[in-house]
């Protein structure tokens, strides 16, 4: 019989702290962009588009041990990103929140390099982590851990299978999930897109929401300290409105600055400069001119991404039932979770029934 992995009746789980995020890739216009603070309650009633490869990471990142050990079952098997889909969505779908998650499909050629950056990093980040482990030097254990962060496909099919079997719709994207998301939101399919990249305001999502989550708060790494982490939403009328572009030269900034597709941006150029750059060249062509481009994508070929990325244009988001039985074979049978904390759970699961319950006859009343 498998040791539970979750102490009854706790808040956490067993030896697991929630560190600090790693900061994943994709524009930095967090210094030049307005967001006002927002709750999960502001969501009841309305539907996000989970950014999933997103938050997957970050589930990833954040639930581990002090060592920077990811949580995992008696095989041996990662089961942090389970953990975080299980338990975050149960708790905003108690406050009203509908989620769609959306999965990547293929990305762009021109990500490539990218990614083959990236996947080096991380094999770099894995050696460091395992040195500082037999070390003893927990902090730095931490830190290159979080690094290291890779997801297989098992997990995401295991995740997508969880999402199912909780009722929460799953949408294929043909390439990059925040342009998916950003399309079902201009749409009108989702009310906004829940993920941490900027990335998706140029894709043209007309609301992002950030840290979103119920409690608004993030435990420390290695200190019972708790820093509040509030939900923010970000309008891309007003980032607009303000900073005095349209959607076109927002793109373009973004570009000048750094994207997924052409990472570090210009030389030289930080988001302060980039807007005074687009403001005076209001045109591509015009900016294309003017700076030093040293990347084999072109800034026309990463702009046309952005304006007019592949979708799937006819998406399901219907919201579905959930299998309880399906739920407890993959987190208690196959992956040995705490079957008390589980069932205890799905009282939430019961509460969501009842205010759909309510939703339905309010309509008929």
Not at 270 to 283: D, I, R, S
Not at 289 to 302: H, P, T
Request: proline residues 3%.
């Amino acid at each position: 019989m498998r040791k539970p992995l979750f102490s009854k009746g706790g808040s956490s789980p067993v030896g697991i702290v929630f560190v600090c995020v790693v900061c994943l890739m994709g524009v930095k216009i967090a210094d030049i962009v307005s967001r006002r603070e927002v709750s999960a309650l502001d969501f009841r009633g309305k539907t996000l588009a989970v950014d999933a490869l997103n938050t997957l990471y970050q589930f990833l990142s954040i639930i581990r041990q002090y060592d920077g050990t990811p949580l995992k079952d008696e095989n041996g098997d990662v089961t942090s990103h389970l953990s975080g889909i299980f338990y975050r969505s149960l708790n905003l779908m108690q406050a009203g929140v509908n989620l769609v998650y959306v999965f990547d499909g293929k990305p762009p050629v021109f990500k490539a390099s990218t990614n083959s950056v990236r996947r080096k990093a991380r094999a770099d980040a894995k050696r460091k982590w395992d040195e500082a482990r037999d070390e003893g030097r927990v902090s730095d254990a931490r830190k290159y851990a979080q690094a290291s962060v890779e997801i297989t496909d098992e997990m995401l099919s295991e995740s997508k299978e969880l999402l199912c079997a909780l009722g929460i719709p799953v949408v294929e994207a043909l390439s990059e999930g925040e342009a998916q998301a950003a399309y079902m939101a201009r749409k009108g399919m989702v009310y906004a897109v829940a993920s941490s990249d900027y990335d998706t305001l140029l894709f043209g999502a007309p609301r992002l929401v950030r840290n979103l989550n119920v409690s608004g708060k993030r435990k420390m790494a290695g200190a019972n300290v708790y820093r509040e982490v509030k939900p923010e939403m970000i309008e891309l009328s007003q980032v607009l409105r303000e900073l005095k572009l349209t959607r076109e030269q927002l793109v373009n900034l973004g570009i000048l600055i750094g994207t997924d597709y052409n990472p570090g941006g210009i030389k030289g150029v930080g988001p302060k400069n980039a807007l005074k750059l687009v403001l005076k060249h209001k045109t591509l062509s015009e900016l294309e001119k003017c700076v030093e481009w040293g990347f084999d994508v072109s800034m026309r070929e990463i702009h046309e991404f952005f304006m007019k990325p592949p979708v799937v244009s006819d998406c399901d988001v219907t919201q579905g039932e959930a299998d309880r039985g399906k739920i407890r074979e993959i987190m208690c049978v196959r992956h040995g979770f705490s079957s008390e904390r589980v069932d205890s759970m799905f009282r939430k699961l019961d509460d969501i029934c009842e205010q759909k319950k309510q939703t339905t006859l309010g309509r008929w009343g």
